[in-house]
């Protein structure tokens, strides 16, 4: 098979319609239309009714000192459960074993072979030193006298699928609920992991097929990375009204726990060993620079009350050999303390895996916290130069409209919904390993845990990546870009029953099976921007792939044409 025949041969692909010269084809490596598989044996319950399911509960079984006893466990708990069942007609169980030596996560889901099951994995950034500020005035939980009794973990690796939520409308109250029905105060490490489309009202590209407008998964296998140990759990899920019962779902995870790997896999951390051989970015040079033009235009214009739109690029990467998503994911986690890593992949579907530096929300109980970040920069080569970086970023007069644009429009869809809102501080810098930004912490009270889903609708899309007001750059972005941004800079993370947390899904990718990556970057136009100086902030962007992918210049065949055009 050569370099050029994978996954995304063809046009690379977009979700305008065939009308506008645009063909959507996702080929084979031996030139076959790729065709979507089914999801695997589990049930999908977004189908369900209102109301929580009848039974919630947690086990912990007694400590293990490796892996191997601890898979050994859970086949036992399993089957000593399988022989006196629960009653209820519905409901979620999580089985779980302590193990005292830390694990990897992403080399125990290395371990974990099986193509035909869903896999996820999602790592925390680690607090901010001025997060601690936020809290003042606002109380731990919803009534004072919660105390939590969980630790939280490093990283969360899942395979396999106790119950998912996929859907083809935009993701609803409706939705929400049905996830929330199998999630419980009382059992919190039970969590739907998983993305949500940046417009679920587009149409998809195939490449984004698998993903719907939403996909989320209660993982039937968790391996959880802990700062001093590590946690091997299972969850099993059912549901009369759905028809998967008791015995559909314990066969079900029985095969899955037959399959799963008690060992750990090194992976290689510092580099892919791969290099790039072709190169091609949607849009050119040239038709960003007239799709940003068109944004001045209309933003300086009195025809509408746009004031920022983000415009993204795809780059479709060809490499020497086939990436391992979960190698990548590796790779970005080593300079990735200050960002969240994950990785959603449904089941034989292409892997989404990203290092945003961007959280979206976090709830915990009534508490609330966000942020907005806007304005890039590189990072000096040397302490003097990264503090000059720093302060000319800080005084720019352009970067300063963005950042205030984002940050104003984040704390008044705060007060919509939550009593009181904190701002601290409100204009910083993030330091990140390739760029710095301009940064503001958010923090607010919601008067009802149920109000979870409106603070998700409405701060979703920021005008960190979408623009302001959010209509007019959404209608901007579907009129201009020439690609199907899919789960890009759409919301990433999981719902839990005392708390989630979603990051954005910016610095990110799209791995299918063959030698092709889908690397994804925007960047904000308002008044005042240079479209070139925004191309290469693109470039800088995607940087943290292009290194890890051994960029070497002279190697790369470029190939450019105004509306994606053939790729070889």
């Not at 089957?79 to 074993?97: F, M, T, W, Y």
């Not at 929400?176 to 490490?189: E, G, N, Q, T, V």
């Not at 960190?464 to 959404?474: K, M, Q």
Request: charged residues 20%; hydrophobic residues 40%; negative net charge.
């Amino acid at each position: 098979m050569s370099p050029s025949s994978s996954l995304y041969s063809g046009r690379l692909l977009s979700s305008r319609p065939a009308s506008k010269g645009l063909v959507r084809r996702l080929l084979n490596h031996d030139g076959s239309r790729w065709v979507r598989p089914s999801c695997s044996l589990s049930m999908n319950g977004c189908a369900a009714g209102v109301g929580a399911v009848t039974m919630h509960e947690t086990r912990v079984l007694p400590a293990a000192s490796a892996p191997q006893e601890a898979v050994g466990q859970l086949r036992a708990a399993v089957a000593a459960l399988n022989a006196d069942p629960p009653v209820s007609s519905s409901g979620i169980i999580r089985i779980e074993v302590p193990i005292r030596q830390r694990g990897d996560a992403i080399e125990w889901l290395h371990a974990q072979r099986q193509s035909s099951l869903p896999r996820c994995f999602f790592s925390a950034r680690a607090p901010l030193p001025d997060t601690p500020a936020l809290a003042v005035g606002i109380s731990s939980n919803g009534n004072g006298s919660h105390k939590e009794q969980w630790e939280q973990p490093v990283s969360v690796a899942g395979v396999g699928s106790a119950v998912f939520f996929r859907g083809t409308d935009p993701f609803s109250l409706r939705d929400w609920r049905a996830i929330k029905r199998f999630l419980s105060r009382d059992c919190p490490l039970i969590r739907a992991y998983g993305a949500i489309r940046f417009d679920a009202s587009s149409d998809a590209s195939v490449e984004w097929e698998d993903y719907g407008a939403f996909y989320f998964v209660v993982p039937q296998v968790e391996f959880s990375e802990l700062e001093e140990g590590s946690v091997l759990a299972t969850t099993i899920a059912w549901d009369d009204s759905l028809s998967w019962t008791w015995q559909s779902a314990v066969e079900e995870l029985q095969s899955t726990l037959h399959e799963i790997s008690p060992c750990s896999v090194k992976v290689n951390r510092s580099t892919l060993q791969t290099a790039i051989v072709n190169l091609n970015h949607v849009p050119t040079k040239a038709s960003w620079d007239l799709a940003v033009t068109q944004a001045l235009r209309m933003i300086k214009g009195s025809q509408t009350e746009l004031v920022k739109v983000v415009l993204a690029r795809c780059s479709r990467y060809i490499t020497d050999t086939c990436i391992d998503p979960l190698e990548l994911l590796a790779c970005l986690k080593v300079e990735g303390q200050n960002a969240y890593q994950f990785c959603i992949q449904p089941p034989d579907a292409p892997a989404f895996v990203g290092n945003s530096p961007e959280q979206l929300f976090h709830r915990k109980y009534l508490n609330i916290s966000s942020e907005a970040l806007a304005g890039t920069r590189a990072r000096g080569k040397t302490r003097a130069d990264d503090f000059q970086i720093g302060q000319e970023l800080l005084l720019s007069i352009k970067e300063d409209t963005e950042f205030t644009i984002v940050r104003e429009s984040i704390k008044k869809k705060l007060e919509m919904i939550c009593d009181e809102v904190v701002v601290n501080p409100s204009k910083a810098l993030r330091k990140l390993p390739r760029v710095q930004h301009l940064s503001a912490q958010l923090a607010a009270r919601l008067r009802n845990e149920d109000d979870e889903f409106d603070i998700l609708n409405a701060l979703h899309p920021s005008p960190a990546v979408c623009g302001l007001p959010t209509e007019e750059a959404r209608q901007f972005i579907r009129d201009y870009e020439i690609f199907d941004r899919g789960m890009y800079a759409g919301p990433v993370g999981w719902f839990g029953g005392a708390e989630s947390e979603f990051a954005v899904g910016i610095r990110s990718a799209l791995l299918g099976k063959g030698y092709s990556t889908l690397v994804y970057a925007g960047a904000g136009i308002v008044e005042g921007t240079n479209p070139s100086f925004e191309w290469d902030e693109l470039d800088l962007k995607a940087s943290q792939f292009a290194k890890l992918l051994q960029y070497q210049e002279h190697h790369i065949c470029y190939q450019e044409a105004g509306n994606m055009g053939t790729l070889i």
